[in-house]
């Protein structure tokens, strides 16, 4: 059974570094006390591999794994489609050509369910009416946190996420 540990928002950008290309890295963060996401490696190649990402690693231990092309909701930038998968429950969002997102799908006010509003670009929670954007951000509350964020990459046309 897979144990949950929330990575917050601050974690993971401190951890992942976008490049000029649009590539995202994920960069290890000796001394700091915290958990270590799964290092992504590899060079810059964007545009060879037919999923219009750049060609560095996927994370090899990846909980969650599946070409782009099996996504179509993610075939165009701003694209979201909601996955369950192992019990986990996020949605992923198609930031550029070569970054998606994956938004757990709890909402931080108490832990509903969201459902994404492809009119307004959001995710609305049903319990007391929390939104968030599509990076996560609260945009009305009661809710006062951001969803939570997975460690994700599209890579070599796959998508990976890491649910830890
Ligand atoms: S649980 Fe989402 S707004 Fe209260």
Same mark, same amino acid.
């Given at each position: 059974m897979a144990v949950r540990e929330s990575v917050s928002r601050r974690d993971f950008l401190n951890r992942s570094v976008v490049v000029s290309g649009g590539a995202l890295f994920t960069i290890g963060m000796a001394g700091c006390g915290s958990k270590s996401a799964p290092a992504l490696s590899g060079t810059m190649d964007a545009?060879?591999?037919?999923?219009?990402?750049?060609s560095m690693e996927a994370? *090899?231990?990846?909980d969650y794994r599946k070409p782009v092309a099996d996504l179509p909701e993610l075939a165009a930038v701003g694209g979201v489609t909601r996955v369950q998968d192992s019990g986990y429950d996020f949605y992923l969002v198609r930031?550029?050509?070569s970054e998606v997102i994956a938004l757990e799908?709890?909402?931080?006010?108490?832990?509903c369910p969201t459902n994404y509003q492809a009119d307004s670009s959001s995710f609305l929670c049903p319990c007391h009416r929390s939104q968030f954007d599509l990076?996560?951000?609260? *945009?009305?509350?009661?809710?006062n946190k951001p969803l939570n964020r997975f460690n994700a990459a599209l890579a070599n046309g796959v998508v990976s996420v890491v649910f830890s």
């Open positions: 545009g060879t591999d037919g999923g219009g990402a750049g994370p *090899s231990d990846a930031k550029s050509e799908n709890i909402c931080t006010h108490a832990k990076d996560g951000n609260v *945009s009305r509350g009661p809710a």
